[in-house]
């Protein structure tokens, strides 16, 4: 339908009453001149043609004619004004009703508007939260994989399953943190030291991270030995040791990821500063924490060995050799825990087996980081009151390893 047509379909009704009020008009005009025919009687006057017209019936006709003249226009004239007003309500009314049928298409379609800008504010958001949950889910999946490695003592697979799940998101403080982790026991610290601080920059509170940065910069620190280097190195200890002391204030229990007590990496500090009493406090509460591991008991074993302590260490070191069998027997490629089975046989006057369980670690593949810590509990072992056989042996055998290592690196 055309708009003219359907101009002309609103206009009918509007037509139509109009035509209405014009015949009801006439016809009470019609109605008027007939009633001023009437006499008082309510009968027509009437004439007697064959005497003729009188002057009083002459009169009286035309007082009737101009009565009913006046009644005519005064009905004429209401006529037109009521026909007036009900026209300009009609238009009023319709502009209203137009105006209000408008502003309904205007709500309607504002209400449209909002209902989609809301749907199209959903789906963005309902995308946004999906893309970030499969995110989430594939760093979570590859965070997975790496602990495996690390558990199966790949590090080199972990490491490049973790640099996968950075490339999905570098921000992830758990890729971080197990990265940084992981550079630290292969001695590469500055990295260790980047990762775990971006880990910290996205959660401030993370605690294995700042126990793990404390770990990265007591290892920094122990490797600043050379003439001049004193004051960083007391630097780093510090800073090592309130990162520390703040993780385990936090977490009395939390243990690094090959379960040990962050005690013990703090007693490690203590005991490069000569804080031997410190450091077996330490080394206790690191063996409450871990009471099956032999970690904090050959550090125990070694500090009352270097006090003179002898019938202590000894017993310690008994109880090393126990733990560390049953430890090998779950997990042989345990090499921290290989390597504190063969100072203990060292230390107890076995030292064929000591050395047959330190190339067995070599073989292995143990961390150049290993080596050093390992290198570092057994030079401390140098001043023990009691001198112990083939000591230096066994240093020389792990300084003949790590310049081997290094070489390699070199090619």
Not at 80 to 85: F, K, P, R, W, Y
Not at 342 to 349: D, E, F, I, T, W
Request: glycine share 6%; net charge negative; aromatic share 6%.
């Amino acid at each position: 339908m055309s708009e003219n047509a359907a101009n002309r379909t609103k206009r009918r009704p509007f037509v139509g009453l109009t035509t209405l009020l014009a015949v009801a008009a006439l016809a009470l005009a019609l109605y008027a001149l007939y009633a001023a025919h009437r006499d008082e009687s309510g009968q027509a006057p009437t004439l007697d043609l064959s005497d003729g017209v009188t002057a009083a019936e002459a009169t009286l006709i035309l007082e009737r004619a101009n009565d009913a003249t006046a009644f005519s226009g005064n009905l004429l004239s209401f006529l037109e004004v009521s026909m007036a007003a009900i026209s300009l309500a009609l238009v009023v009314g319709a502009w209203m009703l137009r105006s209000m049928i408008l502003d309904q298409i205007e709500e309607s379609r504002a209400l449209s508007q909002r209902i989609e800008a809301t749907l199209t504010d959903y789906e963005t958001r309902f995308a946004a939260l999906q893309a970030t949950v499969e995110r989430e889910v594939a760093v979570l999946s590859l965070q997975l994989l790496a602990e495996q490695q690390v558990r199966a003592h790949n590090n080199d697979t972990a490491i490049a399953t973790l640099q996968r799940a950075l490339t999905i998101d570098e921000t992830d403080h758990a890729t971080n943190y197990l990265l940084g982790y992981l550079y630290t026991q292969r001695k590469e610290l500055d990295l260790a030291i980047e990762h775990l601080q971006r880990a910290l920059d996205k959660e401030p509170d993370f605690t294995p991270a700042i126990a793990a940065l404390g770990l990265a910069l007591r290892r920094k620190g122990d490797g600043m030995s050379a003439p001049g280097q004193e004051a960083e190195r007391q630097r780093l200890w510090e800073g090592a040791e309130a990162r520390l002391k703040e993780a385990l204030a936090r977490d009395p229990r939390l243990t690094d990821a090959e379960g040990e007590s962050y005690y013990g990496t703090l007693g490690g500090l203590y005991r490069r500063q000569n804080r031997l009493y410190a450091a077996l406090d330490a080394y206790e509460r690191a063996h409450q924490v871990t009471p099956h591991s032999s970690y904090p008991l050959i550090n125990l074993a070694s500090l009352h060995k270097r006090l003179g302590n002898d019938a202590e260490a000894e017993a310690y070191f008994r109880e090393v050799v126990q733990r560390a069998l049953w430890q090998l027997d779950d997990d042989p490629r345990d090499n921290w825990t290989r390597c504190d089975l063969a100072q203990a046989y060292l230390v107890l006057g076995q030292h064929e087996l000591a050395f047959q369980h330190f190339a067995r670690v070599l073989d292995q593949g143990a961390e150049p980081g290993m080596l050093e810590t390992v290198r570092s509990g057994l030079a401390f072992l140098r001043d023990s009151p009691t001198p112990i056989p083939y000591l230096d042996d066994l240093i020389a055998r792990i300084d003949a390893a790590l310049a081997r290592q290094s070489g390699d690196r070199d090619r």
